[in-house]
């Protein structure tokens, strides 16, 4: 007896498949395979992404200022902190560990509850 989607397709329309059974099928494996490739793609772009801005590539006056807009001769960087800039950006901060350590807890939680858990002998 033949078993999966093609056998059981087989059984019930008395063994052969029609066209639009084919189509939905090969349709349907193409759909997956774009899908894999576009999450591998999507992997590749956000780990590149990363290295370059742990690599200081973004941090060059051309991307952190209005070059692109005013052009070259026109063009100016201003960052200035000061003792009050720098203490009110620590509520923030702080609030953002905060967030994403909870967003960690509670995921870790989900793969905790739905581990399969080895069963007693």
Not at 62 to 81: E, H, Q, R
Not at 101 to 119: D, E, K
Request: proline share 2%.
């Amino acid at each position: 007896m033949k078993t999966g989607l093609r056998g059981l397709l087989r059984q019930k329309n008395g063994g052969a498949l029609g066209a639009t059974t084919r189509l939905a099928g090969l349709l349907s494996i193409l759909l997956r395979r774009l899908g894999k490739v576009l999450a591998s793609l999507n992997t590749v772009w956000i780990i590149l992404t990363c290295l370059f801005q742990f690599g200081s590539f973004f941090d060059r006056c051309w991307c952190d200022s209005s070059v692109f807009y005013l052009g070259a001769n026109n063009a100016y960087n201003v960052i200035d902190l000061g003792e009050e800039d720098v203490s009110s950006l620590n509520a923030p901060w702080i609030g953002g560990v905060a967030l994403a350590s909870g967003c960690a807890s509670v995921f870790l939680g989900f793969v905790n509850v739905l581990i399969n858990p080895a069963l007693p002998d």
